[in-house]
């Protein structure tokens, strides 16, 4: 397997003689490969400080399968079994990044994620409680 391995983009703030590059956009390409099909392309953005941004990551994916609402520069999410009150609404990218960035809510859409594409639910599996009403024992009387 041969993976090229090319910068793209490069992420800097400031101007000219100010400019300070903290990060870049990363694209690879799967050249050549036995196992599966080539010519594969995928692009990741590296944070010289941080490391890969997984949060931007799963925001794209979950973007392609709907899970999180774009409109225009806006996106919304509502959890599955959620009320309008619980929705997490945000406009640009960045700015939703940083309202989805505490641990609690990106688990929340990752899990709704994995039940989505892994499992093709539509309902809310992560959300029931174990408090549900179990069947009575049925007891034969003699």
């Known amino acids: ?4 391995v090319r910068n793209r983009d490069r992420y800097s703030k ?11 956009r990363i694209r690879t390409r799967f050249v050549k490969n036995k196992v599966g099909t080539a010519w594969g392309v995928g692009f990741a953005d590296l944070y010289y400080d941080k490391g890969f941004n997984l949060i931007k990551d799963l925001l794209t994916v979950a973007e392609k ?3 999180v609402e774009k409109s225009g520069g806006w996106r919304s999410y509502t959890p599955l079994g959620g009320s309008e009150e619980d929705e997490i609404k945000a406009n640009g990218k960045d700015n ?4 989805i960035d505490n641990k609690e809510n990106s688990q929340l ?3 709704e994620m994995k039940e989505r594409i892994l499992y093709d639910r539509e309902e809310p599996l992560y959300l029931k409680e174990d408090d549900e009403e179990k069947p009575e024992e049925e007891t034969e009387e003699e």
């Open 14 to 24: 400031g101007r000219s003689d100010d400019k300070r590059v903290f990060g870049h």
């Open 1 to 4: 397997m041969r993976i090229d």
């Open 109 to 111: 859409i990752y899990k």
């Open 65 to 67: 399968e709907e899970i």
């Open 96 to 99: 939703f990044i940083e309202k």
